[in-house]
């Protein structure tokens, strides 16, 4: 049997939809206080870290003749030299340069033959600040699983004993430092080993879709809780699988191989106050938020709002405690509506928090995530053919890509440097020239928007925009804390 794990097919699929003018890997940018450290100190804690990263020192092997999905194994020639970097942002090194420093460095792709990831270490901030880059290949992580990563390369309580007593740090303790244990890379596989572990898959695919399905009724005691689990679902694909074309937008359209990358920021105690007053969900704030930035954004570009929505794909963790530890894709999606046609903030949030609500319990993301888990026990030659015709038709039902990964809520550090701030990266793809990304760290809220380098000059004043619109209903939250019922208030209390 070969060694290493097999892709899933949503994974697989982030491969075979790449190409020179869509680079489909995730990022972020991580800014630090404090001097910045020597390479080689950074050099040596990232290797201090490879052994709790195991995919890190692997890479993506194909099957031959496509029988199977890919696997990953051990890179023979692993040297962590090709997968960090050093560099300065332009003088000054204010927000533009270190932006346009960002976008350059997602604007180029990884090296399919090694594995998939790369650490920036960033000088030239300014005096008492630097930055990591993040870049890891969407085949490899989700967000949720980027914020695992995250957080086994950087450390819970700061080596400088001065800042123990901060009563933000988080009360695990930091275990010592500690030698790595040398690694011996398992041998790669033979082609002919190649040949027998695709052709057994392919042959066990009959038999691994049974016991799935059977997995996936075990927990129901009853046959009207089958029934009544099967009927979600399958409203949930003709939900999806009824979604129209996308409303006509300059969001659409042909892309090039480079990048513009841009950001907003709020603090994750005034959406909370928002949420709070609405009776809503954090991510319902943020949605709103981005939707009234995308209006502001679509008027200032001349279009008429009045009578459209933008549609935007919503991805959605499913990642449980089981999935803890393990990298991958595990997510499914809604399709929402932000109503950019509204004018006024607080129906704008009502309005999104109505349809959100309507999404939730009409079984669309148990429908996507039975589609995609359907997908792992198709042979992989259909499936790559699947997603290529997706890539060319199924993009045109969105405008643009909405996602939400909470992170954790207390202060993390590298080589004794607290992290400040996280922005996240998301990548475009075929025909949508802009998404959005959203993390919460630290009492922080932070947006991430990437756009096409020559279809979207004017990503700043999206950025802007968006930060405004945030704003814009913390400020106007006040009115609906006078209110002791009405169609924002609601029960859900969720922090997501």
């Not at 960090?84 to 997602?106: I, K, N, Y």
């Not at 096409?452 to 950025?463: E, G, I, K």
Request: aromatic share 6%.
């Amino acid at each position: 049997m070969v060694a290493g794990e097999r892709l899933s097919a949503l994974d697989a699929a982030f491969l075979d939809l790449e190409n020179d003018r869509q680079q489909l890997h995730v990022g972020s940018l991580l800014l630090f206080e404090g001097p910045v450290p020597s390479f080689e100190d950074f050099s040596a804690h990232v290797e201090s870290r490879l052994g709790s990263i195991p995919r890190y020192r692997q890479r993506v092997q194909r099957m031959p003749l496509a029988l199977a999905r890919p696997v990953w194994v051990d890179d023979p020639h692993f040297l962590l030299a090709h997968h960090l970097r050093h560099a300065a942002v332009p003088s000054p090194g204010g927000g533009d340069e270190l932006r346009a420093f960002m976008a350059q460095v997602m604007s180029q792709r990884l090296d399919r033959h090694r594995p998939l990831w790369e650490l920036w270490l960033v000088e030239g901030v300014s005096e008492e600040r630097w930055a990591v880059i993040t870049k890891t290949h969407h085949a490899m992580i989700d967000g949720l699983a980027g914020g695992e990563v995250m957080e086994r390369l950087l450390d819970q309580r700061p080596e400088d004993p001065r800042n123990l007593d901060d009563p933000r740090d988080s009360p695990v303790p930091r275990a010592p430092p500690v030698s790595p244990p040398a690694w011996r890379p398992e041998p790669p596989p033979s082609r002919l080993e190649l040949l027998a572990a695709a052709s057994a898959d392919l042959l066990r695919l009959p038999v691994d879709a049974a016991r799935a399905a059977l997995r996936g009724v075990a927990g129901i005691r009853s046959p009207g809780g089958l029934v009544r689990a099967g009927a979600v679902r399958a409203s949930g694909l003709l939900t999806a699988g009824r979604t129209a074309a996308a409303p006509t937008s300059s969001l659409n359209g042909p892309l090039g191989p480079h990048r513009r990358w841009g950001w907003a920021r709020a603090e994750l105690r005034d959406i909370r106050g928002v949420k709070a007053a609405a009776g809503c969900s954090v991510n319902d704030v943020v949605l709103a938020g981005v939707a009234g930035g995308f209006r502001e954004y679509l008027l200032a570009r001349g279009e008429d709002v009045s009578d459209t929505r933008i549609r935007s794909l919503v991805p959605v963790s499913v990642r449980t405690a089981r999935h803890r530890g393990r990298l991958g894709n595990e997510v499914t999606a809604m399709f929402a509506e932000l109503p950019v046609d509204v004018a006024d903030p607080l129906e704008r949030l009502a309005s999104t928090t109505r349809q959100m609500n309507r999404l939730k319990s009409s079984g669309e993301a148990a429908g996507v995530e039975a589609a995609l888990h359907a997908a792992n026990f198709v042979p992989a030659s259909l499936m790559t053919l699947g997603a290529h015709v997706y890539a060319f038709t199924g993009q045109r039902v969105v405008n643009t890509v909405t996602t939400n990964i909470p992170g954790p809520q207390y202060p993390l550090q590298l080589l004794g440097r607290r992290m400040l701030e996280l922005f996240p990266y998301i990548p475009v793809a075929e025909a949508v020239r802009i998404s959005i990304g959203i993390v919460s760290y630290d009492g922080h809220l932070t947006v991430g928007a990437t756009g096409d380098y020559t279809a979207v000059p004017d990503l700043d004043v999206l950025c802007a925009a968006i930060e405004g619109s945030l704003a814009e209903l913390v400020r106007e939250s006040g009115r609906l804390e006078r209110r002791t019922s009405g169609p924002h208030r609601g029960r859900d209390r969720s922090d997501r």
